[in-house]
């Protein structure tokens, strides 16, 4: 049987009858009680007066789960029957009912859970919205869910009840319902306006002005003040602290209060002014008993969500109208009030009239969720008395879009239809779903449980550095989440199975400053959570490992945590001294953060939540490894290849990708397979830069052909200085990719198709040279630009290059090192036939005008030299060839040094390259003698090597070599073989140089008649016919007197054995019988010109001395010792032979005749012919040093002596043509290495 009701005095007991007929006539009602009008308590008992007997159980909703437990216990008194029978109530952790139960109290989220079971609600006859003005996320849904509900069923009835005035909203949106309004059961209150006095007055020192205001009225009443957040109730307290007020104790309130603070509020002192100082959970969540007094400062700390910015903001903003009337309400409950308000009447009447719904500024996702697995319209169709804007329903689809709930088309994932199985944050249930994955759900369903309430620590403001140190054995400076793990198992301890031992709990939670109800709903919320995964999803929850090491890893832990917020992560900037977060958010470690006084800045953070305050923060983080966004969420990376390339040892295509998330990088430089992602463009790699390029592993024919092809191309280029300009390799590609199928991309998949293809047509991947090269029209040019040069025999390979500013620019010659010896130094200067023209025309240019006058058009005349020139073979310079052709065409005389070659462009400046039989490069230049005296040692050295080869025999002391040939040929260079003395014994040696030989050979023949003939010869060394005169000058002459007589016997045997020298062991004998014939006559002869060459000495050394005093003929006595002084030379008999004695001699005279010349004319005319002579003598005099041993250098010499004689001496006989230009000549062509 039901309960009779009874109705306690309260002012809706007077509106009893106007709601039940209300109710009766229509579907839905809307009542409206004030304040203590008793609305909460009597409204289920008029609901189920009118109800009946009607099956079904009636609803009733409250915000909170303390309301709703707290109701159902107050209407289970008045109707006298136990809680948990005819009424009953279900929270969260926490039911009472049973199947008798007609009367249910609960949360508004208990009701939305059951609609996911219950469509239709169908055990609910009425349901009864309470508080409906506090317009809660799960209030707004709940009023459109019924209102599609009602729809479907007419039997359904549906009360609101709210405490404001928006009633008229509320009927409107449920189509003209009645409303009832109840009058409320308080005192009068008195309103008083106090604005600041200026902007400089902060709001700690506003409140204290107003606190002194009421003490000058009343000391002792208790004083509700408002304030936005905890930092300005800190702030406060500090100001009135030092306020000294009497008999006043200051008390915060705050959602994260303890409960031992809590306490103080609650349960006052006796005698002791309570100043509460609270935010505005205050204003409808707590009733504090005997407030008199309200201090409204007007602010709030409201949550807002920022789709824009995708964080949730703590802002501080002006509260509504219904706000204001809430808070002075809280003043009027126990006698007659007064609310003191921090701003301007004018302030308040520009205020809003309500707050805004919190659909309209929060976070959709949940909620939209919901919807879709609810098969509901979409949100923006959706029935809501205030519609969400849509910047905040995008947003709410990006983050379901983000966590994989939806795809793109907005329909619901499998991991969708899980999420809306959870009655969680979506966040939350995505990063459950993960852990089931990464085999973390036991560590995950500790910290979600922990993340879905408030934080367990405390940290009061009188005891911040105790708490600090007490708790710090659970922070891990690596991971806030791993800190609650370690939190979590130290509470275990105090539990035991399903049972606490709370004694001990509460003690260990004091010591560690830890609120002992959080962590009991921390464990209850663990258990429910933990059910629900059983019920809904058939999972098998294990609990959490003792031990880190039975636990799943940092890793498998924070990875299930990003994929509730895949976008919740940051990089850090040095120079801005931030972490720059995903979508450009800039944001810093939250204070309390474990990680926010770690030594060292972690270069990636990830998080679960941003918060604005007075800056952006990240609540509770963890280091990230940027490589798991990609893991958790590739649907929000983005990858872009760059730096793609032909990999050769691979033979595919590779790249380094980037990875983007949020506009930061998440990876650089990682090495992907391009093909894979993209063939056709791999395949285009593939042909440019593994075929065109010949970078395959292996070199198939085609290959080859392909090589061979473009060099032969690029030659034809290079000849033509067009490069680039005629091998075509688009048109090689273009061919290619026409053959080759278009899903080959690796060379392994050519291969195959090769192997496969070649087997009927091997060529069918051979390029033609018609696809790869573009016409030209003059390709008849081609035969002007040979690829050998060839000349007396000798072929020589020719090079070409386009390369400007390069080494080898233009035309080389290549020679081989054998073939520098014997090569023309002419011959580079002619270059190559194409290139004659141009040549000609640059050096006809470089002519005086006064010639060039006469060769107009030079055009034109160097062409005509040029065909004059067509397939003639050089004999000559092409300077000398070029003067023969101006003097012809322009009968004016043209010297060859008239041409600048200096003019001519690089490219035409033909280069010389020798290489060795390995074809290594040796040098490389433009001078061929430079080359030649670089390349010497190792032209020596070769020479020397050959030589040896050919004649091995050493140590000689008598003709027992065989025949001596004049000359041998060593490879493609030519010895002169001859006996070296070598004092001890005679050897054979090789001379590159013919004169080399010669003169080695004449010392050679000499040792070795020494050794046959050795008493005969001492004997004249004994009896020399000297004189008196030529004796004393054995001892004084020339440079090395010791030397003298020797080299006195060694011509005179020279002079005996007469010419030419002996090459064979016949001739050698020959020769011993002239010596032994001959040497004592020769020596007569020779001893006389030794006493010319000693009078001679006397006369220059007299002359010089007299003349070095004066300085008109002191030069003329310098050159006198110079020309004495190379005359006599070291062993200057032995180098001069016995066949120039005669010149030796006419040199002596000619000395003597000058010195009568210089006694009969004028210095002066002495000086002028110095000074005709001295430009040819002083560059061989510069140079002699290096040289002065080697023959040619010898036989120099003599022609400059004889050229002096024309020039001091006129009178005597010179022998031979000596000219200023044959010196010249004979002076360019001496050996320089």
Same mark, same amino acid.
């Given at each position: ?992 140089? !013919?004169?080399?030989?010669? %003169?080695?050979?004449?010392? +050679? *023949?000499?040792?070795? @008649? #020494? ?5 005969? &010869? ?121 066949? !120039?004695?005669?010149?030796? %001699?006419?040199?002596?005279? +000619? *000395?003597?005749?000058? @010195? #009568? ?5 004028? &210095? ?70």
């Amino acid at each position: 049987m039901p309960p009779e009701f009874a109705y306690p005095d309260l002012p809706i007991a007077r509106h009893r009858q106007a709601i039940a007929d209300a109710l009766r006539q229509h579907q839905v009602v809307v009542v409206v009680g004030e304040t203590g009008s008793g609305k909460t308590t009597q409204l289920p008992k008029i609901a189920l007066e009118v109800a009946g007997d009607r099956r079904g159980i009636l609803g009733c909703t409250q915000p909170r789960r303390l309301a709703a437990v707290a109701v159902a216990r107050r209407i289970a008194e008045e109707v006298k029957c136990p809680l948990g029978g005819y009424v009953g109530y279900q929270v969260r952790f926490d039911e009472k009912c049973n199947e008798e139960t007609r009367l249910k109290l609960m949360t508004d989220g208990i009701l939305l859970a059951e609609t996911q079971t219950d469509r239709d609600l169908r055990k609910y006859h009425t349901i009864i919205l309470d508080e409906a003005h506090e317009r809660s996320l799960n209030i707004d849904f709940l009023l459109g869910y019924l209102k599609l509900l009602l729809q479907r069923r007419r039997d359904l009835k549906l009360i609101i009840s709210s405490a404001t005035m928006d009633a008229g909203s509320f009927a409107e949106f449920f189509d003209g319902a009645p409303v009832v309004s109840v009058e409320g059961r308080t005192y009068p209150v008195d309103m008083h306006y106090m604005p600041p006095r200026n902007e400089q007055e902060e709001l700690p020192e506003h409140v204290a002005r107003a606190v002194h205001w009421l003490s000058s009225m009343d000391n002792r009443g208790d004083v509700l003040v408002f304030l936005p957040g905890e930092r300005e109730i800190r702030e406060v307290a500090d100001k009135l602290a030092g306020e000294n007020l009497p008999r006043t104790a200051i008390l915060p309130l705050f959602a994260r209060l303890g409960l031992a603070e809590q306490q103080r509020i609650f349960q006052p002192k006796g005698g002791e002014r309570r100043i509460v100082l609270a935010t505005n959970v205050a204003e409808t969540s707590l009733t504090i008993p005997g407030i008199i007094y309200v201090i409204d400062s007007g602010l709030a700390r409201l949550s807002r969500y920022s789709p824009a910015r995708q964080v949730q903001r703590l802002q501080i903003e002006e509260i509504s109208q219904a706000s204001a009337r809430q808070r002075a309400g809280r003043c009027g409950r126990v006698c007659e009030g007064v609310c003191i308000r921090l701003y301007s009447e004018e302030n308040w009447e520009e205020r809003p009239p309500f707050t805004d719904p919190e659909i309209r500024r929060s976070a959709l996702a949940g909620v939209i969720l919901r919807m879709a697995d609810l098969n509901l319209p979409p949100l923006s169709e959706f029935p809501l008395p205030d519609p969400p804007s849509p910047k905040l329903i995008n947003e709410g689809y990006r983050t379901l879009r983000e966590i994989g709930a939806f795809d793109k088309k907005k329909d619901l994932t499998p991991i969708g239809h899980q999420l809306a199985r959870l009655p969680i944050d979506p966040r939350l249930g995505r990063m459950l779903l993960e852990a089931n994955h990464e085999k973390a759900l036991a560590e995950l369903l500790v910290i979600v449980s922990g993340l879905s309430i408030m934080d367990p620590r405390e940290r009061p403001s009188d005891c911040a550095d105790k708490a600090d140190a007490a708790q710090a054995k659970w922070r891990h400076e690596d991971s806030d989440f791993l800190g609650m793990l370690l939190l979590w198992q130290d509470s275990l301890a105090y539990r035991e199975g399903r049972q606490w031992r709370r004694n001990q709990l509460r003690k260990w939670c004091s010591a560690n400053f830890l609120n002992m109800p959080r962590i009991l709903e921390w464990h209850n919320l663990h258990e429910d959570l933990s059910r629900l995964l059983r019920e809904s999803l058939r999972w098998k929850p294990s609990p959490l490992g003792s031990t880190p090491e039975t636990q799943a890893t940092p890793a498998m832990i924070h990875r299930s945590i990003l994929a509730g917020g895949p976008l919740l992560f940051g990089i850090w900037k040095p120079e801005e001294k931030l972490y720059r977060g995903a979508g450009g958010r800039n944001f810093g470690i939250f204070p309390g953060s474990g990680m926010f006084r770690r030594n060292k800045r972690s270069e990636w953070i990830m998080g679960v939540e941003l918060v604005e305050t007075t800056r952006l923060w990240m609540r509770r983080c963890a280091v990230l490894d940027p490589a798991w966004v990609e893991q958790i969420a590739p649907q929000l990376c983005t990858c872009h290849a760059y730096d793609a390339a032909w990999d050769q040892q691979a033979g595919a295509v590779y790249a380094k990708e980037r990875v983007n998330c949020g506009g930061l990088v998440l990876i650089d430089g990682r090495r992907i397979h391009y093909g894979r992602h993209y063939p056709k463009a791999a395949r285009e790699i593939m042909i440019r830069e593994g075929i065109l390029q010949n970078r395959l592993r292996d070199t198939p024919p085609f290959l080859q052909h392909l090589a061979d092809l473009r060099e032969e191309i690029e030659l034809v280029e290079y000849k033509l200085r067009r490069r680039g300009q005629i091998w075509y390799e688009d048109g090689a590609f273009d061919w290619l990719d026409r053959t080759i199928p278009q899903n080959i991309c690796t060379e392994k998949a050519l291969r195959q198709w090769r192997d496969k293809e070649e087997k009927q047509n091997p060529e069918i991947l051979f390029v033609p040279r018609d696809e790869a090269m573009y016409h030209f029209e003059d390709e008849s040019l081609l035969g002007e630009f040979p690829d050998t040069l060839a000349h007396a025999g000798n072929e020589y390979s020719v090079y070409y290059n386009d390369d400007p500013g390069s080494a080898d620019d233009g035309v080389t010659l290549g020679l081989h090192i054998e073939q520098l010896r014997d090569f023309p130094d002419w011959l580079p200067g002619w270059g190559v036939p194409g290139h004659l023209a141009r040549r000609a025309e640059c050096l006809l240019r470089s002519l005086p005008k006064d010639i060039r006058v006469f060769l107009q058009p030079i055009t034109q005349k160097a062409e005509y030299f040029a065909e004059l020139w067509n397939g003639v073979e050089r004999e000559e310079s092409l300077a000398d060839a070029l003067s023969e052709f101006v003097e012809t065409e322009t009968r004016r005389p043209c010297r060859p040094d008239a041409f600048d070659f200096s003019r001519l462009p690089a490219e035409l400046v033909t280069k010389i390259w020798v290489c060795d039989d390995e074809g290594n490069e040796l040098a490389l230049g433009t001078d061929i003698a430079a080359i030649r005296q670089r390349l010497q040692p190792l032209l020596d050295k070769q020479f020397a090597s050959a030589a040896v080869r050919e004649f091995p025999r050493t140590g000689m002391t008598k003709w027992d070599c065989g025949d001596l040939p004049s000359s041998v040929q060593l490879g493609t260079a030519e010895g002169y073989p001859a006996l070296q003395d070598g004092r001890e014994c005679v050897k054979i040696h090789v001379y590159p140089r !013919r004169r080399q030989a010669e %003169d080695a050979h004449r010392h +050679g *023949i000499i040792r070795l @008649l #020494q050794f046959r003939h050795g008493d005969f &010869v001492n004997h004249l060394r004994k009896k020399f016919p000297l004189g008196l005169e030529g004796k004393l000058a054995l001892s004084t002459l020339g440079q090395q007197p010791k030397n003298n007589l020797e080299d006195l016997v060694h011509v005179t045997m020279e002079g005996a054995v007469g010419t030419p020298l002996p090459r064979t062991a016949e001739a050698f004998d020959a020769a011993c019988i002239r010596l032994r014939e001959n040497l004592f006559d020769i020596a007569k002869t020779t001893a006389r010109l030794w006493d010319s060459l000693a009078i001679t000495d006397a006369l220059v050394r007299e002359y010089c001395l007299t003349a070095r005093a004066s300085r008109h003929t002191e030069p003329i006595a310098r050159d006198l010792e110079n020309q004495l002084a190379w005359l006599m030379r070291p062993r200057f008999l032995m180098s001069t032979g016995y066949n !120039r004695l005669p010149d030796l %001699d006419r040199f002596l005279r +000619g *000395i003597r005749d000058r @010195l #009568q010349r210089i006694a009969q004319q004028p &210095v002066a005319r002495e000086l002028e012919r110095m000074q005709q002579f001295a430009p040819l003598a002083a560059p061989y005099l510069a140079a002699l040093p290096a040289h002065a041993q080697d023959p040619e250098w010898i036989d120099h010499g003599f022609m400059l002596e004889e050229y002096r004689l024309t020039v001091f001496a006129p009178t005597l006989a010179v022998k031979g043509r000596s000219s200023v230009k044959k010196l010249a000549d004979s002076f360019a062509a001496l050996p320089r290495s």
